[in-house]
């Protein structure tokens, strides 16, 4: 079945740091991909669509040069935590849709980042 | 605003006690629905999604969920837990190529 890959797991980084965070889709092409985050005891939050060759799209209320989405390929996103702050400790989530009608979407398995 | 609603935030039952959990969404026009179930340190899985035809949808772990779409709900239905089914349950509906989820429901489980 579709398979989304997420790098890394956990990240724990000081104040300041930059943090990239990787998506994969590993057995298909996905020109749009999500990134979602997830306080605790809260539901996931879209926070922008990524686009394959183009500017993500990004919710309201979330920082565009904070949160710097690259989507290089039909099969790799990438999230930029820029400067990271403790508030931007958080669950991160990513997910892709397979092509074709009925597919849902497939998640990775989260990234948890805190930043000290 | 659009939004997606789960009724119980936090359910406590017995095992094999009948689980019904609501889900209300405000979308107008063509969705597609999902639930998905996170269990604890893992990470979401989709219990079942509709998209069109047969309303009733059956899906893993003896789920089920029934769309009733002049209600704009889609609850999720279980005749007899287990103390597995202890997890995190979050309604979606995906419309315009974006997936809402709502709040998400805690389900506790007495062995």
């Known amino acids: 079945g579709a398979v989304v890959s997420q790098h890394p797991s956990r990240v724990i980084c000081k104040s300041g740091t930059s943090v990239k965070i990787e998506c994969r889709s590993l057995d298909f092409q996905a020109t749009t991909m999500f990134w979602y985050r997830q306080f605790p005891k809260k539901s996931l939050m879209l926070m922008a669509t990524s686009n394959e060759g183009s500017k993500a799209t990004y919710e309201q209320g979330v920082e565009k040069d904070k949160f710097l989405i690259n989507h290089a390929s039909l099969t790799l996103s990438t999230l930029t935590v820029t400067s990271a702050h403790p508030e931007d400790s958080s669950f991160y989530i990513c997910?892709?849709?397979?092509?074709?009608?009925?597919?849902?979407?497939?998640f990775g398995d989260g990234t948890r980042l805190s930043i000290l | 605003a659009q939004s997606v609603s789960q009724h119980n935030h936090h359910v406590i039952l017995s095992e094999a006690a009948s689980l019904e959990l609501g889900c209300n969404y405000s979308y107008g026009g063509t969705v597609n629905l999902f639930w998905y179930v996170q269990y604890p340190g893992q990470h979401l899985q989709l219990l079942l999604k509709y998209f069109s035809g047969d309303p009733l949808v059956k899906g893993i772990k003896g789920f089920e969920a029934e769309f009733i779409k002049s209600k704009f709900s889609f609850n999720l239905r279980k005749p007899s837990v287990q103390w597995s089914d202890t997890a995190e349950y979050f309604c979606?509906?995906?419309?315009?190529?974006?997936?809402?989820f709502g709040k998400g429901t805690r389900l506790h489980i007495l062995p």
């Open positions: 979606a509906v995906r419309r315009d190529d974006k997936i809402i």
């Open positions: 997910s892709a849709t397979p092509p074709g009608r009925y597919q849902p979407q497939h």
